[in-house]
């Protein structure tokens, strides 16, 4: 492996430790404010962190150059902002504890919002058959290993799965339909036209998430105050730097690499949910997320 590759593999592996430790600090700020109030000033942050990202990029653009043009960065970027609204907000619906707790739901682990929100990745080739994709064996094997694996971890014996478990499991298509838009707006941007996109979306989430919190929540100084640390990581961290440097690695990765390196994003959340929130998962639920995850990555090595 060369140094170029290898330094790419560093920055993923980083990047799914970022992302998957996201999980604990979302779960640890339903503490302190609601999901939606969360969301919004995560977002608004994630944005603002791009922000120089992209000034200093367009000043390295070749004279001349136009990029793309500016009504479909607006137009991709809201449809993006909508999808990604819907899926942000129900997985942090998902993980919100005590708000779901005072209506007498069970919400989700951390540990097993990331691996149910990975199955997006299963979720995606699927959806593409409705766009006349094909879909190889490793599709379909992976996706009856992630739907067993679902199963064991979130199906109790009665048959019953939480509500929590549910609505990111929900968010998994929203999440899915994300990817799919992309691979219909991306082609033809180079990085900064992908770095404009993002941000765009990034500030619609924020700005739809703050309006559903004016509108469903109370803001206290208190809660801002004590949701901070979590808040920051959520914003600055999993959404300004990760998405960073998976920009500047994936341009030196392997595509195989960088599915399997990404894919360990659930397995972060999980040891993060263990070492920091005392999660533990059963023997059943391990089996489960050892399924799930080579579903994951079959749908994906395999597509």
Known sequence: ?????????????????????????????????????????????????????????????APGYQGVDGRRLFIGGGLLGIALFCGATLQQIGLAGPQLAAMGFEASTAGKAGFITGLYVVFVPIFGLMLAQRAGWGTWLGAGLAVIGMYLLSVTSSLTISFGDMLILIGALFWAGHVLLIG?????????????????????????????????????????????????????????????????????????????ILSLEAVFAAIGGWMMLEEILTVRAMIGCGLMLTGMLLSQLKP
């Open 184 to 260: 219909k707006l991306s082609p033809g941007m180079d990085a900064v036209d992908a770095i404009k996109l993002s941000t765009l979306q990034f500030s619609v989430c924020a700005i739809l998430s703050l309006l559903g919190a004016g509108a469903t929540e109370s803001m206290t100084l208190v809660g801002l105050q004590g949701a901070a640390l979590p808040i920051l990581y959520g914003g600055l961290m999993s959404v300004g730097i990760a998405y960073t440097l998976q920009v500047i690695a994936q341009r030196d990765a392997q595509p195989a690499h960088a599915a399997i």
């Open 1 to 61: 492996m060369n140094t170029r590759a290898l330094r790419a593999d560093i920055l993923l592996f980083i990047t799914a430790a970022i992302w998957g430790l996201a999980f604990v600090a979302q779960r640890v700020g339903m503490d302190h404010v609601g999901p939606l109030t969360f969301n919004g000033i995560r977002f608004a942050l994630g944005a603002l962190a791009l922000a120089p990202l992209v000034l200093r990029m367009e000043k390295g653009r």
